[in-house]
């Protein structure tokens, strides 16, 4: 039903299109013929409809574009428009020589502005088409030099317009994304100024916002503690200054003044009296200071104040601001006011450590639910393929990267496979295997402890996997353990190309996903092995015959619902008890395993092979008529005889007879079809063994 609505839908678009262009046709047509030429016909009814119509039609397909919303082609339909009826306006004013025809070139630059992508350049090229064909055809002019020139002026005017709003198109835009930048960026550093946030979490938009949240609680906290500073001893600025990541660096974090002449910064450290304050850590109190003086840093040019006071703002023994107060008038900063400034200073760093607080709370639980939720998720994944994608989406929560993987460590034969990787070269690396080596993969398996330990990765020092696989490009690398009761089974690789993306908070939240994954992942390795052992033979591999049957039961109903043929294949080993009176059971254990792996290795992809009691085994062929399963059958006989054990008695060779048994040529229904291979199967064992027998 959709389909047939979409169809109806392009038919109606379709038909409008070709409406609104055979109308643009005729009055093209008109235009070409000087239909509108004030000589030809004096001004009537004739052209009045017309532009009538041309008005009415415009008007219609401005209002369509506007609800439905502009695309290329209803921009092209609009120019085209817009285009004819300028020169059907022109050709009433007397034409290419008119005092209108400006008008014209005025359309183009309008058109070729505002069209979309291709159509702007159609629409200039049908202008200078459109315009020419008027001038020779429509008015009669001759001249080649007036056609140049006029096919010229609208070229050029239509080029230099699209050209022009291209580049003021990607201007403004590049301006607006400098902008955007500069403001993130300019955010970023008042988290790292007021330690709000570490390096690793940046890029994680929720956290983003929240960071920004904090700043301005901070700052807002801080702007009230200046204000009333700044009331209560009357001063000229109060300011509060700290140290910028460059070193010897600060920046202004808050400030409240009557001045029009303070710097934006940043300032150098050791720059006069904040300098002094900062590199002594004690109170800086100049009274009295003299005109023009320039050792107030965060003034343009000489300070005009006559008194100073910086009070430096201690944590733990080590600088996090200086808090800076000035007088315009001679009156200097009393024991009274120093003490209370000082004083002011623990509020200042309480504002620091209430946000602190709260931002680790924040991360700590929007991690917890990260971590609640993918245990949720893995607790329902019971295929190593789920476990895995919950695994790498949850990682990239918690740590946004470029590329992460999940590795499995075979220890039978101490390898290592990357079952599922994602990001950059993924599609190169996943399925990659190697062995033991010093690759920080093998040696987090070996160690049980995460690496590289800053998370800091060079390419061409450290190697991750193999020496020709190399992840190229990245800065940040954390390679994780997945262990399980104390033996690895793989590893969990975040990495990304910003440098220090994986702080410790970051790698411990991780590691304790790493650990929820590598239990599913044992747990749905656990379920696979028991789906095995319910369905497979224990000793040959083939399906057992609970399976077997299940599988027939469910192939056979779809040849009977299709019309196809499915073909039974019995096979029975011809004298096995003989086998395991003269070899012992050990021996007659390896035939019947080789007579598996034989089966298994002549069978098709779609084939099922079962082991279905004893020393008989049975071959299921999907879309198979009798003649193709007793070639097949044939081949089997045939791989079986030719090969040869060797025994502590020398070597060994075997054979087997086979029945082939089809639906619905031999039987139609299950219980049916294995009687009918069976009776083959003895057919073929009365007519001497190593046969294959078809009822």
């Known amino acids: 039903m959709t389909a047939l609505v979409q169809a109806a839908l392009r038919v109606r678009r379709t038909a409008r299109s070709s409406w609104v262009l055979a109308l643009t046709l005729v009055l093209s047509a008109f ?414 398996v070996k160690n049980r402890h995460y690496l590289p330990y800053r998370g800091e990765f060079d390419s061409k020092q450290q190697v991750l996997f193999t020496k020709k696989a190399k992840l190229k490009g990245m800065a940040s690398l954390l390679v994780l353990p997945l262990v399980v009761r104390e033996e690895p089974i793989g590893t969990l690789i975040v990495a990304a190309k910003q440098p220090s993306a994986f702080g410790t908070s970051v790698r411990e939240t991780l590691q304790a996903l790493a650990n929820q994954v590598a239990v599913s992942l044992a747990n749905a390795r656990a379920v696979r092995q028991l789906e095995e052992l319910a369905t497979t033979d224990g000793l040959t591999g083939c399906l057992n015959k609970r399976a077997f049957l299940d599988q027939l039961g469910q192939k056979l109903m779809a040849a009977q619902r299709f019309g196809r043929k499915l073909s039974l294949i019995v096979t029975d080993l011809d004298h096995f008890k003989t086998v395991n009176d003269t070899y012992g059971h050990a021996t007659g254990d390896r035939v019947l395993q080789e007579l598996g792996r034989v089966l298994k290795r002549m069978k098709r992809e779609t084939d099922l092979v079962a082991r279905f009691g004893g020393e008989e085994f049975c071959v299921l062929c999907e879309e198979t008529d009798a003649r193709g399963a007793r070639l097949l059958a044939e081949r089997v006989r045939e791989e079986l005889a030719g090969t040869e054990l060797q025994t502590e008695l020398g070597a060994l060779k075997v054979t087997a007879s086979l029945g082939v048994a089809t639906f619905p040529d031999h039987a139609k229904s299950a219980e049916e079809l294995f009687s009918q291979g069976d009776r083959a199967l003895y057919e073929a064992k009365n007519r001497g063994r190593n046969q294959v027998c078809t009822l």
């Open 31 to 444: 235009l070409l013929a000087g239909f509108f030429l004030p000589e030809t016909r004096a001004f009537g009814w004739g052209q009045l409809t017309w532009l009538a119509c041309w008005l009415a039609l415009v008007v219609v397909r401005a209002r369509a574009a506007h609800r439905h919303g502009a695309d290329v082609g209803s921009s092209f339909e609009l120019g085209v428009l817009l285009l004819v009826g300028v020169f059907a306006l022109i050709q009433l004013r007397g034409g290419v020589q008119s005092d209108l025809y400006p008008l014209a070139l005025v359309a183009v630059a309008l058109v070729a502005s505002f069209a979309f992508q291709w159509a702007s350049i159609a629409l200039v090229a049908f202008a200078i088409l459109l315009g020419f064909g008027i001038a020779f055809l429509g008015e009669g002019i001759r001249d080649p030099i007036a056609l140049s020139l006029n096919a010229f002026f609208i070229g050029c005017f239509g080029a230099l317009s699209h050209s022009f709003t291209r580049v003021e198109i990607v201007r403004v835009r590049r301006k607006s994304e400098l902008a955007l930048a500069a403001e993130q960026e300019k955010a970023r550093d008042d988290m790292r100024l007021f330690r709000l946030v570490a390096p690793s979490s940046q890029g994680v938009r929720d956290e983003e916002r929240l960071y920004q949240t904090s700043v301005q609680e901070v700052r807002q906290a801080l702007f009230h503690a200046l204000q009333l500073l700044h009331q209560t001893l009357d001063l000229h600025t109060c300011i509060l200054l700290m140290p910028a990541d460059e070193a010897d660096q600060l920046r202004i974090a808050e400030l409240v003044t009557r001045s029009d002449d303070l710097a934006d910064g940043p300032f150098l450290l050791g720059e006069g009296a904040v300098g002094a304050a900062v590199r002594r850590q004690v109170t800086t109190n100049l009274p009295q200071i003299r005109a023009g003086y320039r050792g107030i840093c965060y003034y343009r040019g000489p300070a005009a104040v006559r008194s100073f006071i910086a009070v430096p703002v201690l944590e733990r023994g080590q600088v996090r601001a200086v808090l800076c107060a000035d007088r315009m008038d001679d009156r200097p900063f009393t024991p009274r006011e120093e003490a209370l400034l000082r004083g002011s200073t623990p509020h200042i760093l309480r504002a620091f450590e209430n946000e602190r607080v709260f931002m680790a709370l924040e991360r700590s639980k929007r991690e917890q639910e990260i971590l609640y939720r993918a245990s949720q998720s893995l607790s329902t994944a019971l295929t190593q393929d789920a476990v895995m994608e919950v695994g790498l989406a949850a990682a990239a929560e918690i740590a946004p990267h470029d590329f992460a993987a999940i590795t499995e460590y075979q220890p039978e034969g101490r390898r290592h496979v990357v079952k599922r990787a994602i990001g950059e070269r993924a599609l190169e690396l996943q399925g990659l295997r190697f062995r033991d080596n010093a690759s920080l993969t093998a040696m987090v």
